[in-house]
């Protein structure tokens, strides 16, 4: 039979990987250019896209980073060659090969690669166009696949800068006033405790991720109150939990306007 022949079941074999990482947005161990230092930079000569069978296959460079210590870091990419013309895409694997986040635009990234197929922006400021937010541990691995999906050769500088994330969200109490978060990291939950609050809650968000804020009666409330940038003002009392994410767990931004920062604001005015 057919799976007696060795290079037919290799081939098979080989085959149903493929499938199962597919299924399961793992991309398998990727071969390494070279290594990417937390506070340093690398410089990464891209070859051009190729034109397939209709379909264009980027040109690729993969980096292993190696986290010196826990935290934070910023992943990002400047174009020498093609600069404003650069078509990049950054995406960042763990250890197994788990997609963690992909690079969209300038101000925001995204879970997963078909959250963004291939809607690829130009870089419109001199800083960098193709960012990305992580964190781990010390010792942790990680690795960036950077993707040139122009049809010419780029030149391209690569970063990863540790940063302290905008500190709100950490579970401290919220009774008045105003606070202002961020949501920086794919899957972040931003949380207030906000049992002692009375008055209005007002939430205000302007960018391109779907952020939510909901207020929870108890930490096991099934049915929490969604408020969002259009339906955004409530009463806040008797919720005791408040917590800010995205809706779908899918989108992250920067601590910055227009991006991943939020506002909230609990007084004694009432809601329109």
């Given amino acids: 039979m057919w799976w007696d022949r060795p290079g037919i079941a290799r081939g098979f074999l080989a085959g149903l990987v493929a499938l199962v990482l597919t299924a399961c947005n793992l991309q398998g161990a990727p071969p390494v250019s070279g290594d990417l230092p937390v506070g340093g930079d690398v410089i990464a000569q891209l070859p051009p896209a190729q034109e397939s069978g209709g379909e264009l296959r980027p040109g690729v460079r993969v980096y292993r980073i190696v986290l010196p210590q826990d935290g934070a870091v910023r992943v990002s990419a400047v174009s020498a060659d093609l600069q404003l013309r650069a078509r990049l895409r950054l995406v960042l694997l763990d250890q197994q090969g788990v997609v963690q986040a992909v690079s969209v635009a300038r101000n925001w990234f995204a879970a997963r690669q078909e959250l963004a ?17 992580f964190k781990g541990q010390a010792g942790q691995v990680f690795y960036l696949r950077v993707e040139n999906y122009a049809l010419s050769q780029d030149r391209v500088t690569l970063y990863a800068d540790p940063f302290t994330p905008n500190p709100a969200g950490n579970g401290e109490a919220f009774t008045s006033g105003t606070r ?7 899957g972040e939950f931003d949380r207030y405790n906000v049992s002692a609050a009375t008055g209005y809650l007002r939430f205000t968000y302007a960018g391109p991720l779907d952020l939510v804020a909901l207020l929870y009666l108890s930490p096991q409330d099934p049915s929490p109150l969604v408020l969002d940038p259009v ?5 806040i009392s008797p919720a005791t939990l408040l917590m800010v994410r995205d809706r779908g767990l899918a989108r992250a931004g920067f601590d910055e306007e227009n991006s991943g920062r939020y506002q909230l604001e609990i007084s004694l005015i009432p809601c329109p």
């Fill in 231 to 235: 339906m955004n003002c409530v009463p």
């Fill in 180 to 186: 202002q978060g961020a949501i920086e990291f794919v």
């Fill in 117 to 133: 197929p291939l809607s690829l922006r130009p870089q419109i400021t001199t800083d960098p166009g193709y960012r990305l937010n």
